[in-house]
């Protein structure tokens, strides 16, 4: 499974981005799909993930609430919808494919996109 990340940019703070990671060449409704992000100098850190089905999802608690995930399997395409946007939101966004969402908690995949930067000014 090929994945690509797109949609970063520079947002104000209190605004929306949307990101969205479009897979390829693989059976993606097989897989969980997950979103990581790291900061300059700073370890990459778990954001959040959606099940194979859509039908469950789990956020970090610096997220939760700002932060929604959804999926297309029609479209093989996962999306990241991040809303009141804070300037420690400020990162490199990677998504990420794996058996589960317990596994991608645990920074566990078996596919890497590659990332997008998205920063927040105050």
């Known amino acids: 499974v090929q994945l690509q990340a797109s949609g970063g940019g520079l947002a104000q703070a209190g605004g929306s981005l949307r990101l969205s990671c479009a897979a390829s060449?693989?059976?993606?409704?097989?897989?969980?799909v997950g979103w990581f992000r790291q900061a300059p100098g700073k370890e990459r850190e778990f954001v959040g993930a959606i099940s194979n089905s859509g039908h469950v999802t789990t956020y970090a608690d610096s997220v939760q609430g700002r932060f929604t995930i959804s999926r297309d399997n029609a479209k093989n395409t996962v999306n990241l919808q991040m809303n009141s946007l804070k300037p420690e939101d400020t990162a490199v966004y990677y998504c990420a494919a794996g058996q589960n969402i317990g596994r991608l908690r645990s920074s566990r995949t078996d596919y890497w996109g590659q990332g997008t930067q998205v920063t927040v000014s105050s």
């Open positions: 060449g693989g059976a993606f409704r097989d897989y969980a």
